[in-house]
């Protein structure tokens, strides 16, 4: 047997090429590299990230086409490892490869299946998180477990900094696989199905702040929804961005929630549901980030006002 695997690999963005600029290229070859075609790049999304490889290897792709699924046919790889790829492999891709295809999953699988499970983790305030590789079923993030590792979940990381050290702990359990997979020692745990929890697409509407949410959860969806859609309210009819804050826990009147309150040692002081938010830095929708005391000075009208 070949000492080395052959392997195809598929991901995008940022955590992909985490996980394929980690691998041990020792262990494996890489045959060609796939990565979800968009017209319009995320703020994650870099082509050069993926430094391993030749870019002639390289294929985008929008959709598994039936020329795209026969070149992966006759490329014949052992192993398809995919990571962060934002596209659904089709059941024939699934039956390609000798010892199948495995998923870089940033959860505790079977808890928070589907496409959000880092936001949703953050935003639930779970206390501990991890990655699991899986191998790809039909079913979504449905396929047995052949390894899992647990982390604290720290109440200060935000989600970029969370998918960055998930997959990169991802692609270090890779590396330890690959000998047990190309000697087909590994092993695969079926999931407890009935324990399965999911998460959903995220939308920009769920940026904006929900002011009958406890301070707390606004300030765990700001950490989830760092890279997008972002933190927002509006104000003046317009959409106010928020791009740095903190908050403080108070018992804080109904009647005051949402009330700006004052510029206080360089943070514009909002009251919300028990507590407040204390904004560093923001801005209008399409016009550049202030600190708060630049904001305030050009718009000194917006103390004592409510925002929506």
Not at 34 to 58: A, H, P, Q, W
Not at 60 to 89: C, H, M, Q, W, Y
Not at 251 to 264: P, R, Y
Request: with cysteine.
């Amino acid at each position: 047997m070949n000492s080395k695997l052959n392997v195809i690999f598929m991901g995008s963005g940022l955590y992909g090429s985490k996980v394929l600029n980690s691998l041990d290229l020792s262990k494996i070859d890489i045959l060609n590299v796939f990565t979800k075609y968009s017209k319009v790049k995320s703020r994650d999304y870099k082509e050069e990230n993926f430094s391993k490889i030749d870019m002639g290897n390289l294929i985008r792709v929008s959709r598994f086409s039936e020329d795209t699924i026969n070149l992966i046919k006759k490329a014949n790889p052992d192993l398809i490892i995919v990571a962060s790829f934002g596209l659904l492999l089709p059941e024939s891709i699934l039956n390609i490869p000798k010892f199948g295809v495995i998923n870089v999953h940033p959860s505790l699988l079977p808890k928070y299946r589907g496409p959000s499970p880092i936001v949703s983790s953050i935003i639930d305030g779970i206390p501990f998180t991890g990655v699991t590789i899986m191998k790809m079923v039909k079913e979504l993030d449905a396929g047995p477990i052949i390894e899992q590792e647990k982390i604290t979940l720290d109440s200060n990381i935000n989600s970029n900094e969370l998918g960055v050290k998930l997959f990169g702990i991802g692609a270090k359990i890779l590396n330890r696989l690959f000998d047990k997979i190309i000697k087909n020692q590994h092993s695969e745990i079926e999931q407890d199905h009935t324990q399965a929890t999911f998460t959903s697409i995220i939308d920009k509407s769920d940026g904006q702040i929900k002011w009958e949410d406890r301070v707390d959860i606004i300030y765990r969806k700001f950490k989830a929804y760092n890279l997008w859609p972002g933190t927002y309210t509006y104000w003046d009819k317009k959409r106010l961005i928020f791009n740095d804050f903190s908050i403080k826990k108070s018992d804080v009147s109904k009647n005051d929630i949402s009330k700006v309150l004052a510029l206080k040692d360089g943070e514009l002081i909002i009251s919300a549901n028990g507590g407040y938010i204390c904004v560093a830095n923001l801005q209008i929708e399409g016009k550049k980030s202030l600190q708060a005391t630049d904001f305030v000075n050009g718009r000194p009208n917006i103390i004592g006002t409510y925002l929506i």
